[in-house]
């Protein structure tokens, strides 16, 4: 079973700062089968990047997806005020599972 | 436009038996899997497992497999999980998702509250 952590757990940042978020396997994802959700309070998750580095309908091109095998990343590049949220990876190619998540709050 | 539409809150005493529903739309519904994905209060995204409404084939996280049954009903488009005998600790938010490219339409989630 595939265990994803992620780092850190906590980013301060303030608007129009860049966003740098961290996704590691426990063993080599299959096909770079991983996905990037974001989640505000009392909101469904929502998919931003899928297949590593594939942007989801409608999600802003300040969000980019990057890495293969056992490192993923999630930048934004420029936060918006919409953007503070936690952030979740999740990996589908050998079962499921979601890493712990990353808050990212304004500083 | 795809759409998963959940059932409303509930609040259950412990031992009690429950099932809540998610209902989709504006897709095939028998062609895609259903995942189910488990948030405690103030906690994280727990799998819970998946569903294959087409032929109601199921695959569960281990550590869910016993505690929870999947269940679709194909003819009304709508996939169900289902407990027998409720704990505190299955208090949560609930959430279904349909299984792509990752998960990219989810409902509004299911708010269940066991006590006592």
């Known amino acids: 079973e595939i265990v994803l952590t992620q780092s850190p757990g906590t980013l301060s940042l303030s608007p129009g700062e860049r966003a740098t978020l961290s996704c590691r396997a426990s063993q080599s994802v299959s096909s770079n089968y991983l996905a990037w959700y974001q989640q505000k309070p009392g909101q469904a998750p929502r998919l931003l990047i899928y297949?590593?580095?594939s942007r989801a309908t409608g999600i802003p091109d300040r969000f980019s997806g990057s890495g293969s095998g056992t490192d993923f990343t999630l930048t934004i590049s420029r936060l918006e005020p919409e953007d503070f949220a936690v952030y979740y990876c999740q990996q589908y190619g050998s079962s499921f599972a979601f890493g712990p998540g990353t808050k990212v709050d304004i500083k | 436009e795809v759409q998963l539409v959940q059932s409303g809150a509930e609040v259950k005493k412990p031992g009690e038996s429950l099932k809540i529903s998610c209902k989709g739309s504006g897709y095939s519904f028998t062609s895609s899997w259903i995942g189910w994905v488990r948030q405690m209060p103030g906690k994280g995204l727990e799998w819970m497992g998946i569903?294959?409404?087409?032929?109601?084939?199921?695959r569960y996280s281990p550590s869910f497999q016993g505690q929870v049954t999947f269940s679709a009903d194909k003819s009304i488009s709508t996939a169900y999980l289902q407990w027998s005998s409720l704990k505190a600790s299955d208090t949560a938010t609930y959430y279904c998702a349909r299984v792509g490219s990752g998960l990219g339409s989810w409902g509004q989630g299911t708010l269940v509250t066991v006590s006592s």
């Open positions: 297949g590593a580095s």
């Open positions: 569903i294959y409404p087409g032929d109601s084939d199921t």
